[in-house]
Nanobody, 124 residues
């Protein structure tokens, strides 16, 4: 059983930056692909970014390409999401998720473990 704990959320002005972290425990971190999702009030959870087990491959939602960067440190059992040029419409709870599967996917239902989420609020 893997436990995921996100941190780093907060209030930021439009155009600002935040770095989210997700610390994993209870499993072998390097055997999981990791991803970030977000969910705004009244909306479905949406894919933001994914990183492969060794960090060699990354995938992004079109809406965040060029502004967000996902990375991981397997020695620290942690995945990060660097978010730049934030927009008010990106206000949401951000979740990290772990995937045991071998097929790259953006579908939330395919992920096995989830953190509790961290709130990101972007003011205009």
């Amino acid at each position: 059983q893997v436990q995921l704990v996100e941190s780093g959320g907060g209030l930021v002005q439009a155009g600002g930056s935040l770095r989210l972290s997700c610390a994993a425990s209870g499993g072998t971190f390097s055997t999981y692909a990791m991803a970030w999702f977000r969910q705004a009030p009244g909306k479905e959870r949406e894919f933001v970014a994914r990183i492969s087990r060794n960090g060699g491959s990354t995938y992004y939602a079109d809406s965040v390409k060029g502004r967000f960067t996902i990375s991981r440190d397997n020695a620290k059992n942690t995945v990060y999401l660097q978010m730049n040029s934030l927009k008010p419409e990106e206000t949401a709870v951000y979740y990290c998720a772990a995937d045991r599967g071998i097929v790259t996917t953006r579908a939330a239902e395919r992920y096995d473990y989830w953190g509790q989420g961290t709130q990101v609020t972007v003011s205009s």
